[in-house]
């Protein structure tokens, strides 16, 4: 499988911004997704993660009310919807295949990431 994320941009704060990961190939829907991202300098870390139906949803507390993560298996397709993006949230983001886990070792497939650049 392929994954492909787009969406990204410069946006200023309080903003929001879309971001979609497509799939390629028929497993998609077999597989939880997550998206991590790594600002320049730090580790790459957890986002938010979603189970194979969409019906379990989980999110790291620094976003957690302004994110939300959402999938379209019948498109191949995951999001992210970004609100009241602050300049903290500027990183590259990436959208990942595995088990519903926040730690990246336990996704196998990765997109190539999308830049999301936040002004104060």
């Known amino acids: 499988v392929q994954l492909q994320a787009f969406g990204g941009g410069l946006v200023q704060a309080g903003d929001s911004l879309r971001l979609s990961c497509a799939a390629s190939?028929?497993?998609?829907?077999?597989?939880?997704m997550g998206w991590f991202r790594q600002a320049p300098g730090k580790e790459r870390e957890f986002v938010a993660q979603?189970?194979?139906?969409?019906?379990?949803?989980y999110y790291a507390d620094a976003v957690k009310g302004r994110f939300t993560i959402s999938r379209d298996n019948a498109k191949n397709t995951l999001y992210l919807q970004m609100n009241s993006l602050k300049p903290e949230d500027t990183a590259l983001y990436y959208c990942?295949?595995?088990?519903?886990?926040?730690?990246?070792?336990?996704?196998?497939?990765w997109g190539q990431g999308t830049l999301v650049t936040v002004s104060s």
């Open positions: 190939g028929d497993t998609f829907k077999n597989y939880a």
């Open positions: 990942a295949r595995g088990f519903p886990v926040r730690d990246p070792s336990g996704y196998d497939c």
């Open positions: 979603i189970n194979w139906s969409g019906v379990g949803k």
